[in-house]
């Protein structure tokens, strides 16, 4: 635990030390989070509310998404396929820590200064173009975050399942594309998922997708009913335990297949 | 003692894919690609006895790098049996790689961007290194390999050698029974390599098992007392460095200049020498021919101005095997 906690520690600080890098990551969401807010203010056309989404429900909602980019590594990466293809993997292997769990850390170090420089920030700027909606319970604050925690963890083991297709494929940036693409799309990033045609939302209740963004979004505005709530922490949840589970299985499959080139 | 390293009858195959040439060469590989078995490591045994330091010589793809990569359970055998300390590499990977040390001369281990010190911290946690051993072994290191001046440096902004200098000290700091050193002197200068050096002669007298590849023969020369050469993922030879030297070629040079020159150098009991210049050049065998014995006996005799015996140098044995091979060896 201690030892997960100090790659925490020195992969944030790894993170702090890319300065220029954050802020310009930081104006990069601000631009597209105002484009796509203007977008579905015309979207609206003057309705109140759709599908039980308002105007302002809808904009909260692409300004939490927006904060979260970076955060939940929403578009994806393949920072770990390429230590696969390249050899590098070899330093990982030689440390007495479980592989995935050596780069949950990593990731989690990296996230946790994402989420205060370009979520935190990100809201601060953002809210000085857009008014926003903030839960005024305590119970909806607390809420929020576990299931942001959980959607987390889903983005998380799904970039890892992606990049575990290194060990089968010397390439996988086509196929990490697709993958991350889909997971934009199904989770409710390139738009709430209420705003889609329902037999699109139902499709997508059968992918792990919506727990990775949209669960936590309407967890936020307060959408859900009680039992909808239930439903959507079930279904992070289980999905997590699948992600896990498979993530365990390939990993186990794939180094068992893997071949370091060069010295 | 026990035998800390046991290696039977070790394989490893990889299948690459065969790449056709020509204008449809492409086209083809895609449709209907070809795969083409290598073996690279072939049918290797040894045994390493706890506190042995080790050359592990060989050219370019000799399967050098692959017996290292499997005995630091990276890569998992083809055929054979590993077994290291009573543990399978590969099988109980993340327990074994907590006994050992490793270094790539080629890769990194320390995070980039920060500074030495930090990363040292970091494996201090991921090791479970008490503090008081932690303390103790980098107040050692900082004098061995004089990581003083770069310890706050980001690694990133260290030059090759004190980089090596800086992974050596942390593939060490848990005081593993066991080091593999994968050429830790590539690319170094003279000066950087003797510090390694003596870092390495530092740990092998505390008792540390080390093995080490390199295509420095100068590190073997100073360091090993066993040598195994590999080519073709065979051991062509495991045993003494001198007794290589003696097995592989036996002859040395003897070069004697005489007083007064002009006969033809003829000595009994050795074949004719070649001139050059004011010196005879003889092929000896000390094998056959006393060197001692000859000496003493040539300064009775004859006039002797000066001489000098020339051992065969490591560098020439060692091609003289590889050659040999790759001679009797089909493609």
Known sequence: ?263 | MDTIVQVRHLTKEFRVLHRRSGKWGAWNDFFHPQYRTIRAVDGISFDIQPGELIGYIGPNGAGKSTTIKMLTGLLVPTGGEILVKGMIPWKDRRKYVANIGVVFGQRRTLWWDLPVIDSLEVLKAIYRIPDPLFKHNLGMFRKILDLDSFLESPVRSLSLGQRMRAELCAAFLHNPALLFLDEPTIGLDVVAKERIREFIRHLHREGTTILLTTHDLTDVERLCERVMVLDWGKILYDGNLQELTSRFEGVNEMRVSFAENGEDGLLEGLEPPVREGRYYVYRIDPRKVSIPDLVSSLYRTHPVVDLEIRKPKLEDTIRKIYENKSLNTPD
């Not at chain 1, 992969?11 to 631009?31: D, E, K």
């Not at chain 1, 292997?93 to 200064?113: A, E, N």
Request: charged content about 10%; aromatic content about 18%; overall charge positive.
């Open chain 1, 1 to 263: 635990m201690q030892a997960f906690l100090k790659i925490v520690g020195i992969s944030a600080r790894q993170q702090m030390t890319y300065r220029t890098a954050l802020v310009a990551g930081l104006f990069t969401n601000l631009f597209f989070g105002i484009l796509r807010a203007s977008l579905l203010i015309a979207l609206y056309q003057g309705e109140t509310s759709v599908n039980g989404m308002d105007v302002g429900g809808a904009i909260t909602y692409v300004a939490l998404s927006q904060a979260m980019i970076a955060y939940l590594t929403i578009f994806g990466n393949t920072e770990m396929g390429r230590t696969v293809s390249d050899g590098s993997i070899a330093s990982d292997l030689i440390k007495p820590v479980h592989f995935i769990l050596l780069w949950l850390g990593r990731d989690l170090g990296r996230s946790l200064v994402n989420f205060v420089v370009r979520g935190l920030f990100f809201i601060g700027l953002f809210s000085l173009f857009y008014s926003l909606y903030y839960p005024l319970e305590i119970g909806r604050w607390f809420l929020f975050f576990v299931s942001l925690i959980f959607s987390w963890l889903l983005n998380f083991f799904w970039r890892m399942l992606v990049n575990l297709g290194a060990f089968w494929s010397p390439d996988i940036q086509g196929f990490a594309r697709l993958a991350f693409g889909f997971s934009q799309l199904f989770s409710g990033f390139v738009l709430p998922l209420r705003l889609l045609p329902d037999w699109f939302s139902r499709l997508s209740n059968w992918t792990p997708f919506p727990g990775m963004m949209n669960h936590p979004m309407e967890v936020y505005l307060g959408i859900y009913s009680p039992s909808q709530l239930l439903g959507a922490f079930g279904h992070q949840l289980i999905w997590l335990f699948i992600l896990v589970f498979l993530c365990l299985a390939l990993f186990r499959l794939g180094i068992r297949r893997l071949v370091i080139q060069g010295g």
